[in-house]
């Protein structure tokens, strides 16, 4: 069982608005940055998001990220079949360690 | 730009070690705004975080390895390191390295660089 808690699945038609949601707690989101990494198959994972809403050059700003209190959530507009794969919040936790959520598998219908 | 590669035996036998190295390219990893990481996927299964170390040596294991795992880095081979002891089947996994660009102001140590990742099969 995750220290972060993410949906199983989510999914969504192309062009299509999903968000994806990350529940923790004050010692870990409320305290701390939150990231997301996005793991398509047969890559490796890729950073998303990092401080909550920041973006690593070269990702498209279809995705954004956002924090409040101890939950997080990824937001992916404009959906495209090329974003299925499995997403992940992360996140620091007082306890001084990372924690990452369970992920969370988006299908693009 | 940096990349990254784990290296390591992909079968261990249970109760044995695992050591895994990661091989950086393409720039040095001595960088006061770096941080070095390990965290794996087992088979099924979520991300998992194993180790943390940053620039000033402060190194951080997940507490549910704690005593089996060990950390390093080699600034002068542009290489860091894992070793995980007395290994069980629910440590195979694929190996991921990363590199973190660590924010002082915000305490943000996000992943921004992983390797390909190296699957490690716990098995006699």
């Not at chain 1, 950073?47 to 070269?58: A, E, K, M, V, W």
């Not at chain 1, 954004?64 to 936790?93: F, M, P, R």
Request: hydrophobic share 30%; aromatic share 10%.
């Amino acid at each position: 069982q995750s220290v972060l808690t993410q949906p199983p699945s989510v999914s969504g038609t192309p062009g299509q608005r999903v968000t994806i949601s990350c529940s923790g707690s004050r010692s870990n989101i409320e305290s701390n940055t939150v990231n997301w990494y996005q793991h398509l198959p047969g890559t490796a994972p890729k950073l998303l998001i990092y401080s909550h809403n920041q973006r690593p050059s070269g990702v498209p700003d279809r995705f954004s990220g956002s924090k409040s209190g101890t939950s997080a959530s990824l937001v992916i507009s404009g959906l495209q079949s090329e974003d299925e794969g499995d997403y992940y919040c992360a996140a620091w936790d007082d306890s001084l360690w990372g924690v990452f959520g369970g992920g969370t598998k988006l299908t693009v219908l | 730009h940096l990349q990254l590669q784990e290296s390591g035996p992909g079968l261990v036998k249970p109760s044995e070690a695992l050591s895994l190295t990661c091989t950086v390219s393409g720039g040095s990893i001595s960088n006061s705004s770096y941080c070095w990481g390990w965290i794996r996927l087992p088979p099924g299964k979520g991300l998992e975080w194993i180790a943390t170390i940053y620039y000033s040596g402060s190194t951080y294991y997940n507490p549910s390895l704690r005593s089996r795992v060990t950390m390093s880095v080699d600034t002068s081979k542009n290489q860091f390191s894992l070793k995980l002891t007395s290994v069980t089947a629910a440590d195979t996994a694929v190996y991921y390295c990363a590199i973190g660009h660590y924010d002082v102001l915000t305490g943000d140590d996000a992943f921004h660089i992983w390797g390909q990742g190296t699957m490690v099969t716990v098995s006699s």
